[in-house]
């Protein structure tokens, strides 16, 4: 079973909602990230916090906002959603301390904008 | 640039075949790390594997091995008596020491599909 949990797993919402997605671990990684995958496509990075800091935005639209509010956990805040944003969205984290750590991934959330 | 690449899209086998699914990497580091990754129909990265690139020691793992190899840059892995529960995407990824992040550079997936 994998040790960082997300929530929700399956999230339908419309283009004016605003919906949050949840991430959480508890291996003591200080490194977390959000990937976003399309349909028969490898994921790609979208933000990266280090010791709970935004230290990479790959070029996000801001209707994609993360947060760090601890080192446990991460989130990411949808508004005005499109529907070319749906997709599954893999939340992930490494250790800090050293290099090379392998990057563990959560389950992920299929998120559908309709 | 960095860039990995997997030739095969799909794969099809019968159960108990073995398999071969190859990883093809380019870098100008000199140190990095590489990953295979498997996903099911769920959705989750399952870590199978990582290797640094200055141990070329071939691994095995049950039914699962795997062929590291600078001199082609390939990192193939290879499943022996595939199971129908073997069926999945898996990728391979390479990851530099140096990098900002520990950004993961994705191949686009071998689909593997294991018919009983």
Known sequence: DTEVTQTPKHLVMG????KSLKCEQHMG???MY???QKA???PELMFVYSYEKLSINESVPSRFSPECPNSSLLNLHLHALQPE???LYLCASKQLERSGNTIYFGEGSW???V | AQKVTQAQTEISVVEKEDVTLDCVYETRDTTYYLFWYKQPPSGELVFLIRRNSFDEQNE????YSWNFQKSTSSFNFTITASQVVDSAVYFCALRLLYNQGGK???GQGTELSVKP
């Open chain 2, 60 to 63: 095995i793992s049950g039914r």
């Open chain 1, 34 to 36: 959000w990937y976003k």
């Open chain 1, 85 to 87: 944003d749906s997709a």
């Open chain 1, 15 to 18: 283009m004016t909602n605003k």
């Open chain 1, 111 to 113: 998120l559908t904008v």
């Open chain 1, 40 to 42: 028969k496509k490898p």
């Open chain 2, 104 to 106: 993961l550079i994705f």
């Open chain 1, 29 to 31: 990684h200080r490194a």
